[in-house]
């Protein structure tokens, strides 16, 4: 069947890689795609947030599976508008309803739904600008670091953490006050949670779950854990601190009360649940959720994930996943993020990409490239390609990612040195 894939990272180009290699796809299409994604498909030039062109794109090209890579479409609904229009409700449709979404549209939502179901998060209050002074009250009562989160989508910048409290109150009106617009007309603050972060991916068909291989990113620009946030700047699978009494709490205490709850509240969802948590003293917490793959995870977790992913997506679209078995690859898999110099900040795009010939045992995933009349690739946005090898270990398939980002240039290349660091 012919398949979209929804998309312009290097997220998308790993799941492109695995959707092929199914004997189940026989076309892959992906909007917009980037430079690497037209290896295994065919890039088409939709905005993905344009509901009525992705509708045409599915109808021009006899779609029969879609998969929403990433979370502003299904946040706006994008599964409600194939579920209720005559000719798109029989495709299948990988991503959640846009009351599921909320779990990581809303952080208020989250939160509620995590209090409801018992699920161990940071406590936390709410406010709306009506209530600033009761927020700065509550920023009063409580110690820091403040940690203060715009309520809705803020392209990964809304949420801050502060030491001091005047500034944090400070914060807290400016957000209320609209400087992420009105993703913080309603902000939480939490508790601060020290400890250890780590990501668990689950696909639902809404009943069944089956858990993927669990990953952990970097998302800090610098070295050690420093810096501004970006978007993720490597990523290993399996990370070692994630045992398996570990893992049993996180599916006792928070993947299966998740699932209870998606139920009991009759949410439409399937699709990928990305459970962002962290280990404080050997205790899991939720710090979010989102309704899709992470990136830059999702390439190591593909290289790990051995599964026909197809397969898997069509059981899970269908309500068949009770009877998937996952198959993991015993090795590791590390990526290392190459990005634009100057990235989180501003930074030049239409750089010459050299040396990817001269890699050796590593896959390359793309994200902000683009090909120039067939055959110079040019850099193309803040995260540009994605390298990722296995490894007997994580240092092993670190030390091969690292061998191999240094084969590869552009001006201004920039990568993390020290991605596991903390392993
Ligand atoms: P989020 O967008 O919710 O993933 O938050 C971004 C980052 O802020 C997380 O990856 C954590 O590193 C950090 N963070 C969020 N909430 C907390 C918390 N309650 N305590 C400590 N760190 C947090
Ligand atoms: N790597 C974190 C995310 O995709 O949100």
Same mark, same amino acid.
């Given at each position: 069947?012919?398949?979209?894939?929804?998309?312009?990272?290097?997220?998308?180009?790993?799941?492109?890689?695995?959707?092929?290699?199914?004997?189940?796809?026989?076309?892959?299409?992906?909007?917009?795609?980037?430079?690497?994604?037209?290896?295994?498909?065919?890039?088409?030039?939709?905005?993905?947030?344009?509901?009525?062109?992705?509708?045409?794109?599915?109808?021009?090209?006899?779609?029969?599976?879609?998969?929403?890579?990433?979370?502003?479409?299904?946040?706006?609904?994008?599964?409600?508008?194939?579920?209720?229009?005559?000719?798109?409700?029989?495709?299948?449709?990988?991503?959640?309803?846009?009351?599921?979404?909320?779990?990581?549209?809303?952080?208020?939502?989250?939160?509620?739904?995590?209090?409801?179901?018992?699920?161990?998060?940071?406590?936390?209050?709410?406010?709306?600008?009506?209530?600033?002074?009761?927020?700065?009250?509550?920023?009063?009562?409580?110690?820091?670091?403040? &940690?203060?989160?715009?309520?809705?989508?803020?392209?990964?910048?809304?949420?801050?953490?502060?030491?001091?409290?005047?500034?944090?109150?400070?914060?807290?009106?400016?957000?209320?006050?609209?400087?992420?617009?009105?993703?913080?007309?309603?902000?939480?603050?939490?508790?601060?949670?020290?400890?250890?972060?780590?990501?668990?991916?689950?696909?639902?068909?809404?009943?069944?779950?089956?858990?993927?291989?669990?990953?952990?990113?970097?998302?800090?620009?610098?070295?050690?854990?420093?810096?501004?946030?970006?978007?993720?700047?490597?990523?290993?699978?399996?990370?070692?601190?994630?045992?398996?009494?570990?893992?049993?709490?996180?599916?006792?205490?928070?993947?299966?009360?998740?699932?209870?709850?998606?139920?009991?509240?009759?949410?439409?969802?399937?699709?990928?649940?990305?459970?962002?948590?962290?280990? &404080?003293?050997?205790?899991?917490?939720?710090?979010?959720?989102?309704?899709?793959?992470?990136?830059?995870?999702?390439?190591?977790?593909?290289?790990?994930?051995?599964?026909?992913?197809?397969?898997?997506?069509?059981?899970?679209?269908?309500?068949?996943?009770?009877?998937?078995?996952?198959?993991?690859?015993?090795?590791?898999?590390?990526?290392?993020?190459?990005?634009?110099?100057?990235?989180?900040?501003?930074?030049?795009?239409?750089?010459?990409?050299?040396?990817?010939?001269?890699?050796?045992?590593?896959?390359?995933?793309?994200?902000?490239?683009?090909?120039?009349?067939?055959?110079?690739?040019?850099?193309?946005?803040?995260?540009?390609?994605?390298?990722?090898?296995?490894?007997?270990?994580?240092?092993?398939?670190?030390?091969?990612?690292?061998?191999?980002?240094?084969?590869?240039?552009?001006?201004?290349?920039?990568?993390?040195?020290?991605?596991?660091?903390?392993?």
């Amino acid at each position: 069947m012919n398949v979209l894939l929804l998309g312009n990272g290097a997220r998308e180009h790993a799941l492109a890689w695995r959707l092929t290699q199914s004997p189940l796809c026989a076309q892959l299409y992906i909007a917009p795609g980037n430079g690497g994604t037209e290896e295994y498909g065919i890039n088409l030039p939709v905005d993905t947030n344009d509901f009525a062109a992705v509708r045409q794109a599915v109808i021009d090209h006899q779609v029969r599976l879609v998969v929403c890579g990433p979370e502003e479409p299904l946040v706006r609904g994008l599964q409600n508008y194939f579920s209720t229009d005559d000719q798109l409700k029989s495709v299948y449709f990988i991503g959640p309803s846009k009351e599921a979404a909320r779990l990581e549209g809303s952080k208020a939502y989250a939160k509620a739904f995590m209090e409801e179901y018992d699920i161990p998060t940071a406590g936390y209050r709410r406010f709306t600008v009506e209530e600033s002074a009761a927020g700065e009250a509550y920023l009063d009562e409580i110690d820091g670091p403040y &940690v203060l989160k715009a309520d809705g989508l803020a392209a990964g910048k809304g949420v801050v953490i502060l030491n001091d409290r005047e500034e944090s109150k400070r914060e807290l009106r400016d957000m209320l006050r609209g400087k992420f617009g009105d993703a913080g007309s309603t902000v939480v603050v939490e508790e601060f949670l020290d400890g250890i972060e780590f990501s668990v991916f689950v696909l639902t068909d809404g009943e069944s779950y089956r858990i993927l291989p669990v990953a952990k990113d970097y998302k800090r620009i610098g070295a050690g854990d420093t810096g501004l946030n970006t978007g993720g700047m490597g990523s290993v699978s399996h990370p070692p601190f994630v045992d398996a009494d570990m893992m049993r709490k996180v599916e006792q205490r928070i993947i299966q009360p998740t699932l209870r709850g998606i139920q009991s509240r009759k949410l439409d969802y399937h699709g990928f649940i990305f459970i962002g948590l962290i280990a &404080v003293e050997d205790e899991p917490y939720v710090i979010e959720y989102n309704c899709r793959m992470g990136d830059p995870e999702t390439q190591s977790v593909m290289a790990r994930l051995n599964n026909d992913l197809m397969q898997l997506l069509l059981e899970t679209a269908e309500g068949g996943l009770s009877s998937a078995v996952i198959d993991m690859d015993d090795r590791q898999a590390a990526t290392v993020v190459l990005v634009s110099g100057g990235y989180p900040g501003p930074y030049e795009n239409g750089k010459e990409i050299t040396g990817l010939d001269q890699v050796r045992g590593s896959m390359i995933f793309h994200a902000g490239t683009k090909s120039e009349d067939d055959s110079d690739l040019l850099t193309d946005g803040g995260r540009v390609l994605s390298v990722t090898s296995y490894g007997d270990t994580i240092q092993e398939a670190l030390a091969k990612s690292y061998e191999n980002a240094r084969r590869i240039h552009f001006d201004g290349v920039n990568f993390r040195p020290d991605i596991g660091f903390d392993l």
